[in-house]
């Protein structure tokens, strides 16, 4: 609390520096001496900005007087930096003349085609979300930023040990890929814990691409990719720093610096979460949130070459200490049957590099490997696995004159072993060893202009798995744009995915439910469709942007964990049908002249899976903990006067089915609930002091652990005190059990 108290004093004497101030003002023009209305201008990661008006003029005041980078941007324009210097009380005048580009947004994407291009010109609809998004409303990892993005969210699947997973579109986490500088870094073993352990202080931004990428990226990318791009060495601030701490007793510290060393660019970066406070507010004698102590180092190296040839390489190390459990839990107590639970530790190391052949033709050899350790104890449960993965690539592109194309050979090597019968020799069940899959495959892709407002994507990729054979997956996308502000895109394609329930699925371990499989396991496979609008429209005092989606996913072959049929267990098995997926989302985001923003977004859908029951009729069966409505709201605003930057973020979600027993007392539905937070930042030169209350109006789900006094189940079989035969069950989960909490934080960037 004390280290609390020190970020508080740190914040007010910010708020308080409020210092000399001038002004700038001025016209935007383009070459051919035009205004350019709503064009946005301002300090680069400052409040400090503005938007022209129709007549191509700004005005931006309280600026601390000094020198300063001015940037200004524009849909259809190459951004463009200068630098004034700006004297006390004073009208600094600046014109400004910006040049235009054939491409409507000067935005690059890799996502979507494995290669650089601008978004408004991919094919594939690419979002981009950068930090200053996500420091709206600060998390300590790049898990919780995500559920400012419409249509995807976290979901906490264990309240006792907190794992989660990322679901776009209404689909489970296994279903997304999520990468590291498109190197598939976070998968099977690491998917549990690994996105916690993810910093935001390493990364420059993050695309997403909702929708089957299996095509480019193989298994695992079927409800889509989210694809950290880290910071480039060469731009990275020369230092940063961010530090922050909430009354909860969460700490969280990230800093990086960068330096030059002949050819090479080096960018260090680390991060530090501790949270060791055991809250139990209400009352069933479990954490709250789990304990948690966790370091991450980053670096990353970038040389020079000639012709300016890729060549990068960065090396990652992480370890967490994880407990969740009775409040009364020590650690002499793990892996036994008196007081309950879960201790997680976990050490990993990645390698993630690029090298550009020195050759005339553009080749580039991408490679990633990563060990994965975990030592965990769920109850009296050992979860003890290891997870060797190494990736590499070589990646082909042409540019003609009307294709563009990219083709490339991919292997992918996993190698992991655990604690559990699924890793044991069939000859000596007491001989533990490692499952060994390669899985090579080879894909092309042709990005063709057809006219000058048309573009075709075709691609293909074929994989081939030890167990099931060669696997197809096609794609095909089409692209209309009539202008500069308004592009219109369908695209179709299928997705696969290759499944180890026990690197995946949590609830296969937790709690007292048995694992059962049914059946020989194939891969799954789905179809998707998807229909896309991106628009700028400009208005008076400002613009929106608009995007919009319809989707629709088929499944065959899906494999869902049935919680249902028997409450101790949990029955893998494919699905005797088809699983449906669909839906439509749409994000509204306005910028006034007056520095208001307000973003609204939302992402309505529909989960279900049919099946036939034991009378051979089909039936239609709701996904669980898939709300049908998930809303997004982020407004921000600017006091001029004294410079303070307000944001009001939020998350809304409609009722979800829940995982229940027969005759549960526990409603089998969530209810409508949102998630408020409120934040209050100011900028003094190069240091930003923010503060905030997260959840301020303390909503807290009700009874989220069954039967939490007897976690053992050693009363269990009492049917006088126990007559509907409930367990120990920890997977009624649709929201943080963190009630309200207040938190400040200090960021500094030197450049």
């Given at each position: ?23 700038l ?18 300090i680069?990661?400052?409040?400090l ?7 191509g003029?700004?005005?931006?005041e ?66 981009i ?14 898990f ?56 935001n ?12 990428a299996?095509t ?122 008196s ?60 540019i ?18 655990d ?64 202008n ?43 179809w ?18 608009v ?66 029951d ?106 006088v ?7 120990f ?23």
């Amino acid at each position: 609390m004390g280290n609390f108290f020190l970020y508080s004093t740190m914040f007010l004497y910010c708020l308080t520096a409020l210092g000399q101030t001038g002004s700038l003002q001025g016209k935007i023009y383009n070459s051919s001496k035009e205004a350019i209305s709503f064009a946005a201008i301002g300090i680069p990661n400052t409040s400090l900005s503005a938007v022209s008006d129709t007549s191509g003029f700004y005005i931006i005041e309280n600026i601390p007087v000094g020198r300063h980078k001015i940037k200004t941007s524009q849909v259809g324009y190459l951004s463009k930096e200068v630098e004034i210097y700006v004297h006390e009380s004073t009208k600094e005048r600046l014109n400004i003349v910006m040049e235009e580009m054939e491409n409507s947004s000067e935005e690059v994407v890799v996502t979507g085609t494995m290669q650089e291009s601008y978004k408004m010109e991919s094919v594939t609809p690419v979002e981009i979300y950068t930090p200053k998004f996500f420091q709206k409303s600060p998390t300590p990892n790049l898990f919780y930023a995500l559920q400012m993005v419409n249509g995807v969210r976290p979901q906490l699947n264990c309240n006792v040990c907190n794992t989660g997973d990322i679901h776009i579109n209404g689909m489970e986490g296994p279903y997304t890929m999520v990468m590291i500088d498109g190197m598939p870094i976070v998968s099977s073993l690491s998917t549990v814990y690994g996105l916690m352990g993810i910093p935001n202080g390493i990364v420059e931004r993050i695309e997403v691409v909702k929708g089957p990428a299996s095509t480019l990226y193989g298994s695992e990318a079927v409800a889509g990719v989210v694809n950290v791009i880290t910071k480039n060495p060469t731009k990275a601030p020369f230092v940063y720093a961010d530090v922050n701490a909430t009354t909860w007793g969460e700490y969280n510290t990230d800093v990086s610096v960068k330096w030059k060393q002949g050819k090479a660019h080096s960018l260090l970066g680390l991060n530090y979460f501790n949270f060791k406070n055991r809250i139990d507010k209400n009352g069933d004698g479990f954490t709250d949130m789990t304990l948690q102590d966790r370091i991450s180092v980053f670096n990353k190296w970038s040389f020079d070459r000639k012709e300016n040839r890729i060549a990068s390489i960065a090396f990652r190390l992480l370890y967490e200490d994880r407990f969740g459990g009775q409040m009364n839990y020590r650690n002499e107590d793990r892996g036994r049957d008196s007081i309950y639970g879960e201790s997680i530790y976990t050490q990993r190391a990645e390698v993630i590099g690029a090298y550009q052949l020195p050759v005339k033709q553009n080749l580039v050899f991408y490679y990633s490997y990563n060990v994965h350790d975990q030592n965990s104890a769920y109850g009296t449960t050992w979860y003890l696995a290891r997870q060797h993965v190494g990736f590499g690539q070589m990646v082909w592109t042409k540019i003609l004159k009307k294709h563009n194309i990219v083709s490339g050979l991919a292997m992918r090597y996993t190698a992991y072993t655990d604690n559990t019968f699924a890793s044991r020799d069939k000859i000596d069940s007491t001989k533990q060893i490692y499952t060994l899959t390669p899985l090579p495959g080879a894909f092309v892709q042709d990005d063709i202009s057809i006219t000058a407002k048309s573009k075709v994507l075709v691609g293909s990729r074929l994989d081939f798995h030890p167990i099931h054979g060669f696997i197809p997956t096609p794609r095909i996308g089409y692209k209309y744009q009539p202008n500069k502000s308004h592009s219109f895109r369908i695209n179709t394609g299928n997705g696969f995915r290759v499944v180890n329930v026990f690197t995946e699925d949590h609830a296969a371990l937790t709690g007292a439910r048995k694992v059962e499989f049914v059946g020989a396991i194939k891969p799954e496979k789905s179809w998707n469709v998807n229909l896309n609008y991106t628009g700028f429209i400009p208005l008076r005092k400002g613009f929106i942007n608009v995007d919009g989606s319809v989707f629709y996913n088929y499944f065959t072959n899906k494999i869902i964990p049935d919680y249902l049929t028997d409450p101790n267990k949990v029955i893998y098995k494919n699905l005797d049908g088809h699983a449906i997926n669909k839906g439509v989302a749409l994000s509204l985001d306005f910028s006034f002249t007056n520095s208001l923003k307000v973003q609204l977004a939302g992402t309505l859908l529909e989960a279900f899976k049919k099946d036939k029951d034991s009378t051979g009729q089909e039936r239609k069966v709701t996904q669980l903990q898939t709300p049908n409505f998930q809303g997004n709201f982020v407004v921000s605003y600017t006091i001029p006067i004294i410079n303070v930057m307000f944001d009001y973020t939020s998350q809304l979600y409609s009722p979800m089915k829940l995982p229940v027993y027969p005759n549960d007392y526990r409603p089998e539905f969530s209810p409508w609930f949102a998630l408020h937070n409120i934040q209050a930042s100011k900028t003094v030169k190069n240091v930003v002091c923010y503060m905030g209350i997260k959840n301020f109006l303390n909503f807290v789900p009700a009874n989220p652990i069954l039967r939490p006094f007897d976690p053992f189940d050693k009363k269990a079989n009492d049917p006088v005190n126990n007559p509907n035969r409930y367990t120990f069950d920890p997977t009624y989960n649709y929201a943080p059990l963190q009630g309200m909490r207040f938190y400040m934080g200090v960021r500094l960037t030197i450049r």
